[in-house]
Structure formats: C-alpha cells, structure tokens
C-alpha cells in the first residue's frame, strides 16, 4: 500500500483537470464561448518547450482553444510586445502566458505588465501581485495556487497555522507567503540572508520549501507531524544518471512529516491544472458569466 503521507499531486492535478473540462464544456453550452490560452515561447531553452508542449496538449485536452507563438532567441523587446498588444486585443484569446525565462535582451518585468491584466493568467503582472496583496479579486500564480488547494485538502482550515515559506521570489515565495497570510496563517518568510534556517523550519505546522537547491531541507529541522510542500525542481547527477530531486531531502523528511509532496508527482503536475483554471476564470470574467459550480 502506498504511503498516506505522501500528498499525490499527480492524482489531484488530474481530478482538477476533469473538473475543468466538464466547465469548458458547460460554458461553451450555455454560453456559446469557448476559453482560448495563448503561449508565448522565445528561444529554445530545452526545459521551457517542454513546459510549453505540455501546457498546449493539456489546454487543447481540457477543450479550450491553445494558441501557441513560437519567437526566435534574437526576437527584440519591441516584436514580442507588439504580439502581446495584439493578443491583449483578440477577444478568442482570454489568458496570456509568456514562457520565462526570457532572452538576456528582453526585460521580462516589462513584458509582463504589457500584458492585459485581466489576461496575465500566471499572475504575475504588477497589478495581480496588488490585488493579492491588498485582498482584490486578481489572477493568483499558479504553483502558489496549486500549493495552497494541496494544504487545504490536507488540513483544511488553515488558521492560526504557523507556515514557513522559504524563498522570496515573486513567482512562488511572495506569493504563497501571501496566500496563507490571506488564509489566517502566521506566515514567516525565509531567505539566503535568514540567520538560523533549521531554527525556523523547527517551528512551522506548514513547510513551503521553493529555493532551488536540492534536498536542503532535511528531517531533523522538521517539527513532527508537519506538512512540507517541496516546489523545487532540480536536475541532479549521479553516477552519470540525472534524476529530479526537490529542495527537501525527502527520505529523512517523510519519517517525520505528517504529510509530504514527492518530487516529481507533487507541486509539479499542479502548476498546469492552475494555469487551466485561472484561464477558465479569466475568460468567465471577461464575459461577464459566472464559473460553472
Ligand atoms: P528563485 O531563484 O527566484 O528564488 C529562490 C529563493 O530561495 C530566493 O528567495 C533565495 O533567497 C532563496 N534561497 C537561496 N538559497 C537559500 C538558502 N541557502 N537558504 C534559504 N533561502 C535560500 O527561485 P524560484 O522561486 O523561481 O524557484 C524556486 C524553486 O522552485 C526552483 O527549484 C524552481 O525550479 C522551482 N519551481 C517549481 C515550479 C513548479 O511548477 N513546481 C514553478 C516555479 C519554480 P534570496 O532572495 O535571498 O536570494
């Protein structure tokens, strides 16, 4: 018997998914609309046209419409927001993702601002990241979102949970530190420069570990029972096989965790079914219809 401890992302990704194609096809019946994902790739990073791949088999799979642009790695800053003002344009196209990172000629900020706000379903537009912040009603970045459902179907109310998220950046610490801020969470953010790491990892009932440096985490820093989200993903070589590995050391952390993501099968297969539905909530807004229940 698998383990109970072990959060199943892959499982509950999928069930999302299910949930999201049966409201693509409610809203398309009732409403006459189908959502369309436009996704934007510049270059060839091999990990991002993977990613690119996979989120256009799984938007057309969903049944919303996948718009995809493929753009050269010496496209300028000036082409690639010009097709940004024209897809903010298009009424079929209701969600905008452009694929990071960007070419070193590009300023990724900026483009991420050009995009509509109410399209920008990554969530990561500066107006998203204020509305966040300030309780209004935005588009959330997606692997945040993702770890956020997986704690709630752990613990359910999350109040007054002491969470430590480690990692500030704006595309999964800030946000997720807000995310269980909003949910009545003590929240502690760590970083490079915090002072005693394992000292604040010791007292947290939720563990969100998005740092990039594989298996810091281990068990020992864990205080019994508590929940470890693990977003990293790192390539890791060993006896000249590469396996993916996360931030947290995961067998010394499962033994005493009350429950644990693997990597991969855990955040990873999340962060796409969240991209499905921040587009199917986008395009239900920008038509003014409610999300199907
Ligand atoms: P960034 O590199 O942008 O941020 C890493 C953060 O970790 C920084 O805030 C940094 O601190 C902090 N950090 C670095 N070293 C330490 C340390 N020794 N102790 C404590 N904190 C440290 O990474 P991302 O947030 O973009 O991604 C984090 C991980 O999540 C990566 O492995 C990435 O691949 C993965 N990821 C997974 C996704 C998924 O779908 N599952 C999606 C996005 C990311 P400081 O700010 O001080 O430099």
Excluded at 62 to 70: D, L, T
């Amino acid at each position: 018997m698998s383990n109970p401890k072990i959060i199943d992302g892959k499982a509950f990704a999928e069930n999302i998914r299910n949930k999201i194609a049966a409201q693509v096809a409610s809203v398309q019946k009732a409403h006459g609309f189908t959502p369309g994902l436009a996704v934007v790739l510049v270059g060839e990073d091999p990990a991002s046209k993977v990613y690119v791949r996979n989120k256009g088999e799984q938007t057309k799979a969903s049944g919303m419409a996948s718009f995809e642009y493929k753009l050269d790695a010496t496209t300028s800053q000036e082409t690639l927001l010009k097709l940004i003002d024209q897809l903010n344009k298009d009424a079929k196209v209701n969600g905008i993702l452009v694929q990071l990172p960007l070419p070193k000629q590009i300023d990724a900020q900026a483009v991420i601002n050009a995009i509509d706000p109410d399209k920008d379903v990554d969530g990561f537009h500066v107006v998203n990241a204020g509305r966040l912040a300030t309780g209004g009603q935005g588009l959330v970045p997606c692997t945040p979102y993702g770890c956020l459902l997986l704690l709630k179907d752990r613990l359910g109310d999350l109040t007054g949970k002491h969470a430590v998220v480690i990692g500030r950046s704006n595309i999964v610490g800030k946000p997720m530190a807000q995310l269980l801020l909003n949910e009545s969470c003590t929240v502690t953010i760590a970083h490079s420069k915090t002072k005693d790491l394992p000292g604040e990892v010791r007292r947290a009932d939720i563990v969100v570990a998005a740092v990039g440096r594989p298996e810091m985490v281990k068990g020992d820093w864990l205080k019994e029972g508590a929940v470890v989200i693990d977003v990293g993903i790192n390539r890791v070589e060993k006896d000249g096989k590469f396996r993916l590995v996360g931030d947290v050391d995961f067998q010394s952390c499962v033994a005493r965790a009350g429950a644990i993501t693997p990597v991969p099968g855990g955040v990873g297969p999340m962060t796409i079914a969240m991209l499905l539905h921040s587009t199917l909530v986008a395009a239900c807004r920008q038509h003014g219809v409610e999300l199907p229940k």
